[in-house]
């Protein structure tokens, strides 16, 4: 199989996380008398590490200076540690998708811009603990997505080449990662953000579902 590692993006791919996500950026605008966000919005804002999640939200609501930014940084860590697993779970068919890889000897990745404490919380609560060869969250020391450098230490990690992996998220910064790390790409439609918006990075693959992967990798062997 020309395939031997798959490289997941954690919220919005591997696990649906926009309920913790947005109660807890709700509960950080609620401290600081900002009116809240829906979860339309929060889909948008997020992808980027939460730094920037942050700074949107307080923009959307009228912080135009970002007057109030350290200290909703601050707000939202406290918050999201409490939070972080808030009705969290596994796509439908994710499950199935990655114990076929798993039994097929493809190595199983997680990339992501969520701090690594908080990513390595979601995964072993939904998927197990051991589950995944390599999960790689933001470290302080890190380029973060869409930056490469996350996918080919991934890659080295794992002893693969890169043109052996593949890559998937579901948005415009997981496309920019894949391909500047010069892996097939696929944008997945089941996460957090629409199709149009992946298609315009000309990813290899779009997938609509975990049971399309599923089919893909089946159709290969």
Excluded at 13 to 27: E, G, R
Excluded at 144 to 165: F, I, M, S
Excluded at 187 to 208: A, C, H, N, Q, S
Aim: hydrophobic content about 35%; some cysteine; overall charge negative.
């Amino acid at each position: 199989m020309k395939y031997k590692c798959c490289i997941f993006d954690l919220d919005g791919t591997l696990i649906n996380t926009i309920y913790a996500l947005n109660k807890t950026i709700n509960l950080m605008l609620e401290q600081l008398g900002y009116e809240p966000i829906d979860e339309a919005h929060t889909k948008i804002f997020v992808g980027d590490g939460y730094q920037n999640f942050v700074k949107r939200a307080l923009e959307y609501r009228g912080d135009k200076g970002l007057c109030h930014l350290e200290e909703a940084l601050k707000i939202y860590c406290e918050i999201f540690q409490k939070n972080c697993l808030y009705q969290i779970q596994a796509y439908d068919g994710m499950k199935e998708l990655l114990n076929y890889l798993k039994e097929n000897g493809i190595k199983i990745a997680v990339l992501t811009n969520k701090a690594e404490a908080q990513a390595v919380e979601n995964i072993e609560t939904v998927y197990g603990k051991g589950y995944f060869d390599l999960i790689t969250g933001e470290q302080p020391d890190r380029k973060h997505k869409p930056d490469p450098q996350g996918a080919w230490y991934t890659a080295e990690t794992l002893n693969v080449k890169r043109e052996e992996c593949l890559y998937f998220g579901d948005t415009n910064t997981d496309m920019r990662t894949g391909i500047a790390a010069k892996m097939d790409t696929v944008g997945v439609t089941w996460g957090f953000r629409e199709r149009e918006e992946l298609e315009e990075f000309k990813p290899k693959y779009i997938m609509d579902s975990p049971w399309e992967v599923l089919k893909f990798f089946k159709d290969m062997t």
